[in-house]
């Protein structure tokens, strides 16, 4: 069986023009995939994607190839300040470019427009710095009538505030910095109609975003085309055939010698004939009527034959005489009580709204609505056709909206973080993670006490969240939101207090309680870690909140952070369940005291590192430089750090809302739903690890204050002996292995008591116990 590794490339082999520790084999593979799509796919818009999507994989290759780009750099692209938000691709790869450049927007053309001035970038910034474009940012500013996407478009706004403060001098140094990339970069908002909304109000996508996505969809080929045979092509073969019967004499056709020479009946075949032509060529979606061998074809073929004044061939005749006599036989003939009965029954499903006609009655509702926001009332959009909203789609009123496109209007759902979990349109904490900064921002953003800067931060902030990390190396971090010129130039004007302090720390408990609530079992993704960090950090704790590394390019040493949340954590639970479970001493970690600036020039502990590795050797990892070698010493770092579940409870002071046994409990459902999902997985070394994941989290659960670790396994134990028996056979060792600890037990340092007494860990450089053979 194969390791455990993950499916990104190793970093241990260096490529051409690319830094140790980044393989570019990823890249290749990216763009050789995104090759395949373009040129094979069958649906248009998914090869324009993939066209798209080879641009950016080829200008990462050019990049790196000619200089341009430094692939694990934090300031990535030559020609640009680490400031600029690069261009990132799947990977954290950077692409050369930046995210506020290329063509200019609509806006940017009316401005352009309105003020007469060259259409550029350089010409619209210089139009900004007037006298006249300061007025218009002032009252920009006022209204507070602009929207914010990326954050260097909150530069000049920042400058215009500036400016009406009387701090020129930061005015001028930021206009100096970004003067450079003013012909390049936009600087400048978007104006819109309305002010921002409540910023206690989130929402996962804005009523723009899902209106476009709805009239993105294309009708269904297969449902149209059983449409127009319903309504248009079967009632046109209904005409045909009766227009044939009327030649009928003594059961066949073709026979009333005066029917067929009298020129009504000639006429009104060309007239048939005529319209066949119209409909065929309005009507594209079915083409059962040009099969040559379908009744309909064969009908409208002998009239045409006919019509050429040379009669009918044997062999036309015979084919006319078996397609009426077919067409009776099954149906009946047109006028009949049979007959009439299925083309009325087929004209009723016929006549059943498309999914696409009532898609055009939704876009419209949500054109209605502010496009920058989220839905307030979903209800609302989702109602049931009312008269006079599709006149032309012929939708009989009171007709329901499928609940297709329910599921993509609640994914617009604005309300409170509470109430969006409550409505399940928050569904992992990978999501709530894209939710968070719309509430952080107005918490950081508190200490500017000028209502106008202090929505100008909130909208930087958020804006700033939406920059995709870069792949780093050396131990780099990500550019923080004090780096960029306009929000550094403003932070003189912060003024926080206890106020404000006391605002976001209550806002951080919010969120960790939501968390740990709504996603008992997860680990915290970076993207909600970085918000802990920063609502922590305006409350005035300095916290070590530590992020899940990348194991494919992970340098070998951990930051000094890692080894004060290890000590939280040591603090947290000294003596306890979690502390037996996994074998730590956190009496000797608390004693470490070593950390110093390392190789990469970042504060590292070499003792938590030298830890970490024996952990992980010590648990059968090979000690190789392989990324599951590495994942296995990273997750001994997530075990002593608890991976910030003890800063949380610790310092942090957060609860939940139940007990700590309700919340083991839930993660232990979790684990019985990973587990029989596995032998269907395409990926069940993942499984495994997001299974130990949850293990590690109910294991400190069940360590925290009131809760009965004895009680917990004997329901499991129960729970256990119900489950089928693959879940069984999988998670048996586990079980065993907890109810060993809890009854005093102690596992030696590989983790293996017995073999139906073991140690749950995610990373493994060999085959893992919970993946037994194919058989089971």
């Known amino acids: 069986m194969a390791a455990n590794t993950d499916p990104t490339p190793d ?11 980044v393989n570019l084999g990823y890249a290749v593979d990216q763009l050789a995939r995104a090759l395949v799509t373009a040129t094979a796919h069958e649906d248009a818009d998914t090869r324009r994607r993939a066209d798209r999507r080879m641009e950016r994989w080829g200008a990462v290759l050019r990049g790196v190839v000619d200089g341009k780009l430094t692939i694990g750099s934090r300031a990535p692209v030559k020609d640009l300040p680490a400031w600029v938000t690069p261009g990132v691709v799947r990977g954290g790869f950077a692409t050369g470019s930046a995210a506020a450049e290329g063509p200019l927007l609509p806006h940017e053309q009316a401005l352009a427009t309105r003020m007469r001035v060259a259409t550029d970038r350089a010409a619209l910034f210089r139009h900004h710095v007037s006298t006249h474009g300061l007025t218009e940012l002032w009252t920009l500013l006022d209204t507070g009538a602009y929207r914010v996407d990326l954050p260097e478009e909150a530069a000049l706004l920042t400058v215009a505030w500036l400016v009406r403060a009387g701090d020129g001098e930061a005015a001028s140094d930021v206009v100096e910095q970004i003067a450079p990339f003013a012909g390049r970069l936009r600087f400048a908002p978007q104006p819109v109609d309305s002010a921002p909304a409540d910023p206690s109000i989130v929402w996962r996508h804005t009523a723009g975003e899902v209106r476009q996505e ?10 149209e085309a059983m449409r127009e045979a319903l309504t248009v092509w079967n009632p046109f073969a209904d005409e045909l055939l009766t227009h044939w019967l009327a030649t009928v004499v003594d059961g066949r056709v073709a026979e009333r010698a005066d029917k067929l020479a009298d020129d009504a009946w000639t006429a009104r075949s060309r007239t048939l004939l005529a319209r ?82 009532i898609a055009r009655v939704v876009v419209a509702r949500l054109a209605a609505l502010p496009q920058y926001v989220g839905v307030r009332d979903v209800d609302a959009v989702l109602r049931p056709v009312e008269a006079g909203e599709a006149p032309d789609a012929a939708i009989p009123v009171g007709t329901v909206v499928p609940d297709a496109f329910g599921t993509a209007v609640r994914r617009a759902t604005a309300g409170t973080v509470e109430q969006l979990l409550d409505a399940g349109v928050v569904p992992s904490a990978e999501v709530l993670a894209t939710l968070v900064p719309q509430l952080a921002a107005a918490s950081t953003a508190a200490a500017y006490r000028d209502p106008a800067l202090r929505q100008l931060m909130t909208a930087t902030y958020r804006a700033f969240r939406n920059r995709r990390s870069l ?41 960790g309680e939501l968390t740990l609530d709504a996603f008992p079992a997860t680990v915290l993704p970076n993207p909600l870690v970085r918000e802990l960090n920063a609502l922590a950090a305006e409350s005035g704790l300095r916290l070590p909140w530590v ?92 075990i002593l750090t608890t991976h910030n579940l003890a800063t949380l409870v610790g310092p942090a002071g957060v609860r939940p809302a139940g007990d700590w046994a309700t919340l083991a409990w839930r993660a232990f459902v979790k684990v019985k ?104």
């Open 276 to 357: 066949y032509t119209a409909l065929a060529d309005r009507h594209r979606h079915c083409t059962k009527h040009r099969n040559r061998k379908q009744n309909l074809a064969i009908l409208r073929n002998a009239l045409a034959e006919h019509l050429t004044g040379h009669g009918l061939t044997p062999r036309t005749r015979g084919l006319l005489q078996h397609a009426v006599d077919s067409m009776v036989r099954r149906r009946g003939a047109p006028g009949s009580p049979a007959h009439t009965a299925l083309r009325a029954e087929q004209a009723a499903i016929g006549a059943v709204p498309t999914h696409h006609a």
């Open 11 to 21: 970093p241990s082999t260096s490529q051409s023009g690319a830094p140790t520790g």
């Open 673 to 776: 739903t990973l587990a029989a999902q596995m032998p269907a997985s395409p990926h069940p070394l993942r499984v495994v690890k997001d299974i130990a994941y949850a293990w590690r989290h109910l294991v400190f659960y069940l360590s925290m204050p009131g809760a009965d670790p004895a009680d917990f396994v004997r329901t499991v134990r129960s729970d256990a002996d119900a489950l089928p028996f693959h879940v069984q056979v999988r998670l048996q060792p586990a079980i065993g292995g907890l109810e060993h600890v809890v009854s005093g037990g102690t596992f030696p340092p590989d983790g293996t008591a017995a073999p139906d007494r073991r140690r749950l860990l995610g990373w493994s450089t060999g085959a893992h116990w919970m993946l037994p053979s194919r058989s089971i």
């Open 547 to 638: 992020e899940e590394l990348a194991a494919d390019i992970f340098m070998g040493t951990f930051s000094g952070k890692y080894l004060a949340a290890a000590q939280i954590a040591g603090g947290l639970l000294a003596g306890s369940l979690y502390e037996r479970y996994y074998g730590i001493d956190y009496a000797a970690l608390m004693a470490v005291d070593d950390v110093h600036n390392g190789r990469y020039g970042t504060r590292t502990s070499p003792t938590f590192d030298a830890l970490c590795g024996t952990r992980a050797r010590a648990s059968g990892s090979t000690g190789s430089s392989s990324v599951a070698a590495n994942g296995t010493v990273i997750e001994q770092a997530q």
């Open 471 to 511: 792949l780093l190396l050396n131990l780099e971090h990500q550019v923080r939101l004090e780096e960029l010129p306009w929000v550094r130039a403003v932070r003189a004007h912060r003024h926080a207090d206890a106020d404000t302090r006391g605002a976001a720390a209550g806002a951080l408990r919010r969120l």
């Open 214 to 223: 709805l009239a993105a969809r294309r009708p269904n080929p297969r449902i």
